[in-house]
């Protein structure tokens, strides 16, 4: 069965910093990546990394700020938010695709998780 479970979400103040984990387990994924959804918007692509190579993307609202990573030991990606901003308050959600592409668009991501809330402070 495959599962992503998403940690380390919380409530912070601008300019603060938090690190999202998403451990991976049941069947091994080619790409990773994080999304998030804030309240009555449509869930917006963040980063995403290659498991193989660590190839990485990012969304330019994020560029210079977070940064992606992976485990491969420990089948675990993380996502280290620096100077965060009030806009960057969402629900952050760990999407799993085995297709190679570094995808931005959500529908092209065959597993997810639950999702952490990330809220930032003024």
């Known amino acids: 069965q495959v599962q992503l479970v998403e940690s380390g979400g919380g409530l912070v103040q601008a300019g603060g910093s938090l690190r999202l984990s998403c451990v991976a387990s049941g069947r091994t994924f080619s790409v990773m990546g994080w999304f998030r959804q804030a309240p009555g918007k449509e869930r917006e692509f963040v980063s995403a990394i290659r498991w193989s190579t660590g190839t990485t993307r990012y969304a330019d609202s994020v560029k210079g700020r977070f940064t992606i990573s992976r485990d491969n030991v420990k089948n675990t990606v993380f996502l280290q938010m620096n100077s965060l901003k009030p806009e960057d308050t969402a629900v952050y959600y760990c999407?799993?695709?085995?297709?190679?592409?570094?995808?931005?668009?959500?529908?092209?991501?065959?597993?997810w998780g639950q999702g952490t809330q990330v809220t930032v402070s003024s």
């Open positions: 999407g799993a695709r085995r297709v190679l592409i570094l995808g931005a668009a959500p529908e092209g991501y065959d597993y």
